[in-house]
Nanobody, 126 residues
């Protein structure tokens, strides 16, 4: 059974930083494309960033490019999301997800990911 556990969320002022972590157990972490999604109240879950099993150049949604960085440590079964220069509109529950298809076109839809964490709240205040 594959389990994903996120941590690192919290309350931060606009312009501040947070680093989210997601630890994966019970599966073959190195073989998964890992993604981060977020969901704000009343909105659909949206793609934020993804990284291949072997690392390499990640993929980001336009609204976070230059501010967020996704990375992974396969030896620790962990994926990270470093979030800098946070804005009010970044407020959401952030989820990590694993895609067993590790290659080809980037999976931007939540429905394409196989395993999910429980989410961690990120609140950006003014």
């Amino acid at each position: 059974q594959v389990q994903l556990v996120e941590s690192g969320g919290g309350l931060v002022q606009a312009g501040g930083s947070l680093r989210l972590s997601c630890v994966v157990s019970g599966g073959t972490f190195f073989s998964y494309t890992m993604g981060w999604f977020r969901q704000a109240p009343g909105k659909e879950r949206e793609f934020v960033a993804a990284i291949r099993g072997s690392g390499g150049t990640p993929y980001y949604t336009d609204s976070v490019k230059g501010r967020f960085t996704i990375s992974r440590e396969n030896a620790k079964n962990t994926v990270y999301l470093q979030m800098n220069d946070l804005k009010l509109e970044d407020t959401a529950v952030y989820y990590c997800a694993a895609d067993r298809v590790d290659g080809g076109t980037w999976s931007l839809s939540a429905s394409l990911y196989d395993y999910w964490g429980q989410g961690t709240q990120v609140t950006v205040s003014s």
